[in-house]
Nanobody, 124 residues
Framework: EVQLVESGGGLVQPGGSLRLSCEASGFSFDDYAMGWFRQAPGKEREGVAGLYPPAHTSYYTDSVKGRFTISQDKAKNTMYLQMDSLKPEDTGVYYC?????????????????WGQGTQVTVSA
């Protein structure tokens, strides 16, 4: 059974940093696409960053390029999202997701395994 548990969210001032963690179990990182998604109040869930290990590719939505970094620690079965230079528009619930069948990691509809989410609030 695939399980994903996010942590690391919180309240941070604009310009600050947070590191989100997604502890995974039930599958191999080498075989699954994984991604970070976020949902702001009143908005649709959007792709933030993703990894497709079989092709060694990564994805970042334009608004976070140069500020966010996605990574994995296979020894710890954990995926991370390092978020720097945070802006108020980065506020939302952040989810990690995993799927064995998709290469299109930007699209939430392609993922069938989700964590419970962690709240990120960027505010002065």
């Amino acid at each position: 059974e695939v399980q994903l548990v996010e942590s690391g969210g919180g309240l941070v001032q604009p310009g600050g940093s947070l590191r989100l963690s997604c502890e995974a179990s039930g599958f191999s990182f080498d075989d699954y696409a994984m991604g970070w998604f976020r949902q702001a109040p009143g908005k649709e869930r959007e792709g933030v960053a993703g990894l497709y290990p079989p092709a060694h590719t990564s994805y970042y939505t334009d608004s976070v390029k140069g500020r966010f970094t996605i990574s994995q620690d296979k020894a710890k079965n954990t995926m991370y999202l390092q978020m720097d230079s945070l802006k108020p528009e980065d506020t939302g619930v952040y989810y990690c997701a995993a799927d064995p069948r998709t290469e299109l990691v930007a699209y939430p509809e392609n993922f069938h395994n989700w964590g419970q989410g962690t709240q990120v609030t960027v505010s002065a």
